[in-house]
């Protein structure tokens, strides 16, 4: 299946959604049916890395070291799509617990689950049937229990409501587009058992980590392993074909390199991905040793940017932005850093294929994108800089060269357009705390959260949002933003994002650099498996085997 | 006398330890951004960290915090991890001899190179096996063990597409795999460490044989071996032994790399998590294990110089 087929499910869908409201919407049915690889075939062990989680309640941390685990464990109302006819960077939704579900008016969904789904067989649960009041009850708790980082994803949801064993009503306060995006995500709400919460008190402890998802975890060794075991309960027969998860916790880059050359891992280290500036120092090895390894380029959702303070001179001059867009030389970076691999980013960055407006068509903001340090120069001279600006740039590295690098070449870069700015280097913690969510005085550098969804990325433009780090308070960008949030119809909100693209190219508030190639590998016995963004790789190995 | 001296240093040690507790409360409290903030990540707004710090107990004034803090702990409680809800001292439990056992093994293997090649150094004084041992030593002494410590896990998989044991053996699982996984991090730590011991050895051994007793001894028509190592390294060794103390707390508490590329679940890499997370009772828990080793091989180097030399009386 090709990206236009992929986009086209998703666009059939939504537009259906936003054209006949009211009317029943059937989801593609269970869609991970095995093609052209064969019959399934069950049993296995699969190997691969896996990160310590935090902790095993996933409403109260948005980290994807939680996150991915329970991907595998837990279910959701909806969800991603996955398995090799969907193109990386796409993501249409089908049904998880729910088997279909209506949209009767702008503002409510109402979702029939599947019925005999029963959680996993292990206590205080036990295996009984999960009905609408635990989906009810996890929606509740994901709004209402304190330190829920994700909250925020589904604020305009109003309540929820179970009005019988299998329905689920949702009303939100005003129309969000996103919604079922939201509760598709693999951060978005798990359907969590109120035993457990009962019992524990919160989530946080492997005996609460009972879900209805694929996968069970059979234990957890911090620092070292864990291990899931197939569930037996799971509500898809016959499902997972694949019985037994080895995760080896590795937190070192040249441990994993080696370990994947070595055979330890059926899939690439990163998620079932390797970034490229290690797929590089690897490739020829693993083409010696693991010669049957399949490949495909995934280009990454994630965006590195620099912050600027518009809030206050001299960033909330347009030229002073401009010519900061204009000074850094993207292209040399990702040649410098990415082995010229990747993309040049928009505000939506490239990755998300249905909705990064291609540079080229950014209108008049796309002169911004190519380095001109004439023009950057005049137009600090025009703002009152005349012999350049200093400034400093908080940053940490987050243990990575690559980070690194493109941090002293946006230094070096800036430095020839007269912005002499100096690096100030924090302690991950302490950036995290401060520059991450806009506390530092002119400038800083860093990557940011990979959403599966155009939204997650305009937060940063919206007054109040913490993740705001440039202070932007524009009344066009706002407008646009919620705007394209209220739009049902999936071409109308096309255009509107297309549109706050185009006008935030031109005002420059973020100086985005390019998203760089991953390489997605696999090892060929793993069959009915497509790669694709995002920590779902609980959902993507789901309906896939081993053929050893 | 010297369990006179033992209580003595003991009581003193009392208010060392207080003072490094209240150090180590203050000091992470003191960066920038706290376990509250990192948990609410991009999206802390003031009304959920207030909501949150408060469920903690962060909110509270800092002295009090530490009052009670110490109080459990004085009971053998060290709290539980803000972050995982894990009780600390479980989790000390069990990485705490993992890192002991790689200690030792570091601590022997430094020992068993050192000591003996120190003593051929400084009895064949500028010869060439000298000047070997002494280049060796500088080599040990310049390369970083996390360096070593890459190569030894990278090239065999290039070469041969094999790498050492991922993750952590169990001893009761597989006590061959157990020590096996333990070799190489001991070896990469402990030459490194015995290079340091091996230059102090042959120095304070080459100081010692210039004596006029040892000379007496020679001229009495003893045999090497009896000078060398009864008269000259019996004395020369006590500055090695210091050598050795400091060197235990850093091995405790300072080998995070190592832990992490190795995949040994370790203090060292609780640690480094913890601070990153501002996980204040883990860091503190941890921390006051460390300044507890130190007291505690300090009083044993203390006593041990009884041991080795006679003169010394407490």
């Known amino acids: 299946m090709s990206a236009s087929d992929a986009s086209l499910t998703r666009r059939r869908w939504l537009g259906l959604a936003a054209g006949a409201a009211g009317a029943a919407l059937a989801p593609p049915a269970r869609a991970q049916v095995p093609r052209l690889e064969g019959l399934p075939k069950r049993g296995g062990t699969l190997a691969l890395r896996g990160v310590d989680p935090l902790h095993f309640d996933g409403m109260l941390t948005s980290s994807f070291k939680t996150h991915a685990l329970l991907a595998f464990t837990h279910s959701r109302l909806v969800r991603h799509r996955a398995g090799p006819s969907v193109v990386p960077g796409t993501f249409p939704i089908e049904g998880d617990l729910a088997e279909s579900w209506t949209q009767p008016t ?16 292990k206590p205080p649960v036990g295996g009984r049937e999960l009905t609408a009041e635990d989906v009810r009850y996890s929606v509740e708790r994901f709004l209402t229990v304190p330190g829920n980082v994700l909250a925020s994803t589904l604020r305009l949801v109003e309540r929820v409501e179970a009005p019988d064993r299998y329905t689920v009503r949702f009303t939100l306060k005003e129309p969000f587009a996103w919604f079922l995006d939201m509760l598709a995500a693999p951060t978005a709400v798990a359907i969590v058992a109120k035993e457990c919460v009962d019992k524990f008190g919160d989530l946080k402890k492997l005996d609460a980590c009972v879900g209805s998802g694929p996968w069970m975890v059979e234990s957890y060794k911090p620092n ?28 070192d880059a040249a441990s994993r390199m080696s370990s994947f050359i070595a055979g330890k891992w059926d899939l690439g280290y990163d998620g079932g991905l390797v970034f490229r500036t290690e797929w590089a120092q690897i490739r020829d090895a693993l083409r010696q040793r693991r010669p049957t390894l399949r490949t495909a380029d995934v280009l990454a959702n994630i965006m590195s940017h620099v912050s600027m303070r518009a809030d206050q001179p001299p960033f909330n001059d347009v030229r002073v932005r401009r010519a900061m867009s204009l000074a850094v030389d993207r292209q040399a970076i990702m040649d410098a850093t990415s082995e010229g691999t990747g993309a040049l980013n928009p505000p939506i960055p490239a990755g998300l294929k249905e909705w990064s407006l291609p540079i080229a068509q950014l209108g008049d903001g796309a002169r911004y994108y190519k380095r001109d340090l004439v023009e950057a120069r005049r137009l600090l001279a025009a ?3 005349p012999n350049g600006l200093p400034a400093s740039v908080c940053f940490t590295t987050y243990g990575s060269a690559i980070l690194v690098d493109q941090a002293q070449l946006i230094l070096a870069q800036l430095k020839e357009a007269g912005i002499d700015a100096r690096l100030d280097q924090k302690e991950y913690g302490a950036y995290f705390s401060t520059c991450f969510v806009g506390k530092f005085d002119s400038l800083a550098f860093g990557p940011q959260p990979n959403f599966l969804e155009p939204d997650g990325f305009l937060t940063q433009y919206q007054p109040g949002e913490p993740r705001n780090q440039s202070h932007v308070d524009d009344p066009v960008a706002t407008d646009l933003i919620l705007r394209q949030r209220r739009t049902l119809d999936v071409m109308k909100r096309r255009e509107l994002i297309h549109a706050v693209q185009r006008h935030l190219a031109a005002q420059q508030y973020y100086v985005a650099i390019h998203s760089g190639l ?31 | 006398m010297l369990r006179r001296y033992l209580a003595r240093r003991l009581l003193v040690a009392i208010p060392s330890l207080l003072i490094a507790t209240a150090i180590v409360f203050t000091l992470p409290r003191l960066i920038p951004g706290d376990a509250v903030q990192l948990m609410l990540a991009e999206t802390s707004y003031a009304k959920d960290i207030d909501e949150l710090r408060a469920k903690l107990g962060l909110d509270r004034p800092f002295h009090v915090q530490y009052v009670e803090w110490l109080g459990r702990a004085a009971r053998g409680d060290l709290g539980e991890s803000l972050w995982t809800r894990r009780p600390v001292l479980a989790e000390l439990a069990q990485r705490l001899p993992v890192t002991a056992e790689l200690a030792l093994y570091a601590t022997v293997i430094a020992l068993v190179i050192a000591v003996p090649v120190g003593v051929l150094a400084a009895a064949r004084q500028d010869s060439v096996a000298d000047y070997v041992v002494r280049s060796l030593a500088i080599l040990g ?5 996390f360096w070593l410590a890459t190569l030894l896990i990278v090239l065999p998989a290039i070469w041969w597409g094999w790498r050492p044991v991922t993750g952590f053996v169990e001893f009761r699982a597989d006590p061959l795999g157990h020590v096996g996984q333990l070799v ?9 460490a015995a290079a340091a011991l091996m230059r102090l050895t042959r120095g304070m051994l080459l100081e010692v044989l210039r004596q006029d007793y040892v000379r007496t001894a020679w001229a009495k028509g003893l045999a090497e071996r009896a000078v060398v190592i009864k008269h000259g390294l019996r004395n020369a060794v006590i500055p090695v032994v210091t050598l050795l103390g400091t060197q235990l707390p850093q091995i405790l508490g300072g080998r995070r790399i190592i832990e992490t590329k190795i995949g040994l679940p370790g203090v060292s890499r609780f640690l480094f998590d913890a601070i990153n997370q501002r996980d204040y009772p883990v860091i503190q828990g941890v921390n006051l294990l460390v300044v507890s080793t130190i007291v505690v091989v300090n009083l044993a180097v203390d006593a041990l110089y009884a041991v080795l030399d006679p003169r010394i009386r407490y």
């Not at chain 1, 392993?225 to 197939?230: A, D, E, I, P």
């Not at chain 1, 793993?526 to 995002?534: A, E, H, R, S």
Request: charged content about 20%; hydrophobic content about 40%; cysteine-free.
């Open chain 2, 141 to 145: 002494l310049s390369v970083p063990g």
């Open chain 1, 383 to 385: 703002a009152g800089h």
């Open chain 1, 518 to 548: 991953s390489v997605a590998v696999w090892d060929s016995a793993l069959k009915n498996y497509g790669p694709n963004l995002g920590y779902d790789l609980g959902g993507r190995l789901t309906a896939a085997w081993l053929d050893r």
């Open chain 1, 106 to 121: 702008e503002t409510t969904y109402v979702f029939k689950l599947r019925r005999g789904v029963r959680w996993q067989p």
């Open chain 1, 224 to 251: 070292q392993s864990f291990t899931l075991v197939r569930n037996p309960n799971y509500f898809v027969p016959g499902l997972p074909y694949i019985d037994r998860i080895e995760a080896t916790v590795d937190d």
């Open chain 2, 184 to 192: 190489l991090p001991a070896v990469i730590l402990g030459v490194a």
